[in-house]
């Protein structure tokens, strides 16, 4: 019966080369007769047949790479069988999701929405102003961002929580970026002009993201390294408020660590203790808002409404003692009026529109991430879709409007978004709510603003970014993965002591390294049988599981690349010899074949090829059997195509390890 | 019997969460109650313990990461059970391997040894000069470069078959970007200098990656765009020598493909109809000769001999001639004698070191790939091991050593190894007798040399290099992996184009691209039962297997990294909503679990950590359940200490699909 089960394989197996699309091991039923020692349960020891998957071309092949790369969500699912005119509908409600929820608006959401815009307004006022000086900008541009952005967001964006403004990391990479080149005291017009100019090759390039389909890119921002980044930027920033906090009027431009800290003392004559004690009472007392917030939820208006009652009671404080306090520095004089168009101020010739590009980018991208992760948070507690690429058209869109109206970056911020969410906002309408209150402000209240002092700015600064040193997070990346933390601890280091592009190219690199290195040294694990199955795991994993004797069964963990393709031919010579090894040592039989588990070999090139068959022949020289399980449909018609399937031919491929094991120790035992 | 079930289960559950090492999903037996529509292998419906993996320390983790990344070889297993002595004996053979074989040597291995020794000198001769042409060099030093290092290698080294000498594409890439910045021809002493100083860097970066264990560096040029690169580089070389074939004077000194073609075609007024008469028919015999070798190899002896008979014929010729030939350049007077020492030579101080240092580490990482590749090739036909770490040391002592001699870059070469291979070579004294030979040469012959015409070398470099454009090799990759080839052109074109530097820069850029596109998109497939097992594989792959009503099998095929966690939670639940929007389409039976086959996720990130708890709950959301099938070790204990499996409790984990889809199936019979 044996020399017949033989001799039906190689039919069967010219059958494969002739019509090259089915390699059928054998199909005949063993019965009894396959009785082995290593193998307990033997009601399923039929063999199945190992086939090719059905061929498809190359151009459906690219056809269904560009499509998960591009569209893995199938955005034109919802326009499926339904009618043109509903077609028309669905693709107006797309384009602008507001279509979606007005119609439906109603009192009671209304009266909900009321209640959060006033209450995010209130955060937002003292918020723009401050961010501006963050940025090196007037503190009207704050307000200004704070008006046209959040309408055109509205219109475009399908978050029903954001809080849209402008937000500190975006706000102080613009500004020391800008300023590394320009000086905002000396050139302030040119300055203006080029925070304009970024802030529209910002939205040009979060649309184009968003347009193009490429917003998988900021996944490359790990969540990792932005604990770090953001910790990172939150230090220097805070430490950069110093200047308004302690009152120095000299003070460094720059954004690292050490010039920061050096400016902090080298000026300890200018330090005021007016500015100081008043500073120090406000951080206070904005600290302990805060606290009482993140404690009690309920409580969120305690920290929504401390910025504007710091501001109001600051600038009130100032214009009482003004005769006593003149060293004091405050914000001045105002311009009223709504936002003035500012297209004519857009910068693009001369010596400076790289910057203006690389700046737009840099915030482009943070400020995006940003949005993104607020839009999915909140979508996420209130189980709807917000789709990645959409949202950044509707963000890029409205910073190419903003910047034609004296707006700078702006984005959701994630303390607006929390605070809008807890004030029971129900739709986007909140921002217009805000808006209006701006609108009001902007109008009527600015001269209120012309006492309030710098120091206050800077405690609500401080306030807003000790919320971004997130230590819990890290501590978590600590216990959970290792590198993770290394690349979190990297990009804070790398935004403390060298620079804020620096600090996210090394984040970057060390998250892509990590990806590269566990390609390069994927692991390899030895499989046991689990006593009493056809079952076969990892001998370090499951204790239960046992060596099969003259078996060396391998999983291989990764794709086969050009990166691993060595390393993985000698890491599993480097098996045998061991296994031969302990062999020798425990009198065990005979090492007789090495059976290589290839379900987590997703994917091979052309070097995985070669060193696929470099591996037989090295075996064959050892007189040893090699065996490919499971092999995933396109590796398996890479290895054909290549003709390495060629010598595997009866004897080399199986769909289960059991199966394997099954047949190959029957097919010693009738031929021993 | 069902409650108690349930009841066991828990109770196994609270034990895993007090041990925290053992998660027990059911170990009672089930019997015929488990009875399925799907599965009809009823025999092991028993269920298996789904356990974590035993604990391992940070440090122990640490220790075996570190030891996979840079000891994978296990380099010290031979001094393993040994006794001092012997420990001593191994070490030095392990750092001399000349020791290995030298005192086994014979007369007949001697005699082998001389034929093949004598073979490559013959072919060593005119390649060293003309390589050195190659690189701006004079004549001479390619014959130095034949000399030392061959002896350094010889005593290091541990490839038998390997041929010691200048090369083609690292004397072409030194040539060009150290004649990018010093003309070679207006500042020879500085130029010289700075070769070797690059040939002291290039040793110096060899070693230390061999020392340092970073050997795997140089897998990250893939061999498809080497394939690319060498074609490019061959283009390029064989275009530069229209200089010497058509006697033009005049000729640039860059290195892309339009610069090269201009200088070629602006210069026809310089071409000289005797020069282009002789060179064109040495070309075609040198051609004629290695195409007889290359279709038999037995023949090997016609090419390797043909250099050396070309250049004494056309030396006779132009010397018989010398009145009428006045205008054929040649190469002229040649010093005598043995290589002087060049250590006062290297070149520390001054504005070149940085573009040394680069040369170096270029034109280091080219040889060191070249001379690697070899000394595997040759290695893996006779069925020894080549130590790619160690090979980099003797390499990169032979560069230190030789630049200490006026020698250049030099390397395995592919063309010398093969026809020492083929000459019979057993071990590497072949190469001490070439070093013999070319000593000989440099003593006594020199001035044989004087006539010698530069077409001959021209046309002799045109032969070495034509054999590296490999288009069978480009074919291969283009039929096998689109993606290869696409890596392939990238590095071609890059180097034909724009540059050798930034063709590399490409060419490996690409390379990781695909890395990190196989990661950030990979495949999610759906899975089917196979009738009458218990085994499940893709549908699209296995026409036989099934759906399972009711379920919905997803393999993912990588590991879960940040790059690709919001798109697995996407595609996931598209999966899903596919499955559903089928189910309504084909009145089939409601969806009621998604199980996850994680085999193939071997690694896991906070990230992905964050996707499963996310999947979890939409899942929930949903009213679907969600289970995790054969959770790797590593995969398993993180998200174990993330507490994400808690919400696995019971039915969430599974050692397979099929007890997965037998245990739930059997679960919803009970309570419907």
Redesign the interface.
Known sequence: MGTSLNRVEEEDYSSYTNSSDFISISLEDNNNTTKTATST?K??S?L?PV?L??HVT?WQ??NH?LR??FF???PL?IFKDQSWRRKLVLAFQYVFPILRWAPHYSLSLFRSDLIAGLTIASLAIPQGISYAKLANLQPIIGLYSSFVPPIVYSVLGSSRHIGIGPVSVASLVMGTMLDGEVSHSNKKDLYLELAFTSTLFAGLFQASLGIFRLG?II??L???TLIGFMAGAAVIVSLQQLKGLLGITHFTSDMELIPVLESVFNSIKEWKWETIVMGFCFLIFLLVARFISTRKPRLFWVSAAAPLTSVILSSLLIFLLKSKLKHVSIIGHLPKGVNPTSENKLYFHGPHLQLAIKTGIITGILSLTEGIAVGRTFA?LH?YQVD?NKEMIAIGFMNIVGCCFSCYVTTGSFSRSAVNYNAGAKTIFSNIVMAATVLVTLLFLMPLFHYTPDFVLAAIIITAVVGLVDYKAAL??W??????FVACCCSFFGVLFISVQIGLAIAVGV??F??????????TVVLGN?P????F??L????NATRVPSFLILSI???I???????LQ??IS?WV?GEENRIRENNESALKCVILDM??V??I???G??AIS?LK??MD?RSLQLALV?L??TV?E?LH??KTLDSFRSKGLY??VGEAVDDLSSSWKHWP
């Open positions: 349960s009601s399923s039929e199945h086939c998957p059905p190359t092949k690219l790479r998960e790369i893995p969500d199938d699912h998988f996944d490359f790990s969540k990792a996420s189980n990645g978590r990346l216990k959970l993965d290792k590198l993770d998250s892509v990590k990806i590269i290195l566990h390609v390069t040294r994927p692991n689990i009493g199955t056809q079952i795991r990892s370090n994993h499951y204790e963990e990764s794709p690349f050009f990166a691993n393709s060595l390393y000698e890491r480097r010899r379900t987590a997703t994917a090139d052309t070097s090829i070669d470099e022949k090295n020289k499971n995933v449909g398996m890479k195509q290549s769909l289960t």
